[in-house]
């Protein structure tokens, strides 16, 4: 059994959504996790998650792609949003920092700030966008004192950039990203990690893995990704699945 981690299921590719569930339950992946991007989509994945309560989770936040002038007053509405949850929305996110989007930085540190905060209040772990900020948004992070946790999505880099992330209690999310020969230090960095620090995500429909380049990604990818980690890493993919599948529930806090 295998935990999509981060799979954006309320996006149009999915519909209808039964069908596409069928599909990633027949590749074996009995979970997925819905993060939050907008204000807008939390209704959608509130009623997902509540139309697939065995199989769906979700999460509320405010991607910084998305973020304008008026995302602080959506804050108040984070807030309530997370007070009224269901019990399968489970995190908040995904929120961050992205150093190429043209959104003032000024904005994106506030409403980042301010969801730490609120996942502080809500008791609720982080799921992080990061793109070439990671030294900011651990300051940030750690500043805050944030103590519930979370997920760094879309893992692409050095161990020593993610090591302090996971110092704090973060997992790592990996991703199609290690199915491309070409990205060799991702590829190294994954076989040292702790094991005890990773989980599985694909981004779908976004990071389509190697060989499906143009194509909507989709949950159903995810055992392919498995399969490329248990490779770099040496390790049996049926006990490395397992101990992904204990790591992604411990990280929202499901029993398993």
């Known amino acids: 059994m295998l935990f999509d981690t981060h799979c954006h299921f309320d996006f149009a590719p999915f519909v209808p959504i039964e069908t596409s569930l069928v599909k990633a339950q027949a590749a074996g992946v009995s979970k997925i996790l819905i993060p939050g991007t907008k204000a807008k989509g939390w209704v959608t994945i509130s009623q997902l ?20 002038e008026k995302s602080a007053s959506v804050l108040v509405a984070l807030d309530k949003a997370l007070a009224e949850r269901n019990s399968n929305i489970i995190a ?30 809500h008791h609720l772990p982080l ?7 990671h030294q900011r948004l651990f300051k940030l992070l750690k500043s805050s004192r944030f103590e519930f946790g979370g997920v760094l999505h879309g893992f692409s880099g050095s161990v020593e950039q993610v090591k302090p992330f996971i110092d704090l209690g973060f997992k790592v999310g990996i991703g199609g990203v290690i199915t491309y020969p070409r990205a060799n230090k991702t590829r190294q960095s994954v076989a040292r990690l702790p094991v005890n620090s990773l989980v599985l995500e694909t981004d779908a429909p976004d990071m389509p893995l190697c060989g499906y380049q143009g194509e909507p990604n989709h949950p159903a990818h995810l055992p ?11 390790e049996n993919p049926l006990e490395l699945a397992q101990r992904l599948w204990r790591n992604s529930h411990e990280v929202f806090h499901l029993n398993g």
């Open 49 to 68: 998650t509540q139309l697939y309560p065995q199989h769906l989770w979700g999460a509320y936040g405010l991607h910084p792609y998305f973020l304008h």
């Open 127 to 133: 799921i992080l966008h990061c793109r070439k900020q």
């Open 224 to 234: 392919q990704v498995l399969t490329c980690l248990a490779e770099l890493r040496q």
């Open 92 to 121: 908040v996110g995904e929120c961050g920092l992205d150093g190429v989007v043209d959104v003032p930085a000024q904005l994106q540190e506030a409403i980042f700030v301010a969801q730490i905060d609120l996942a502080q209040q």
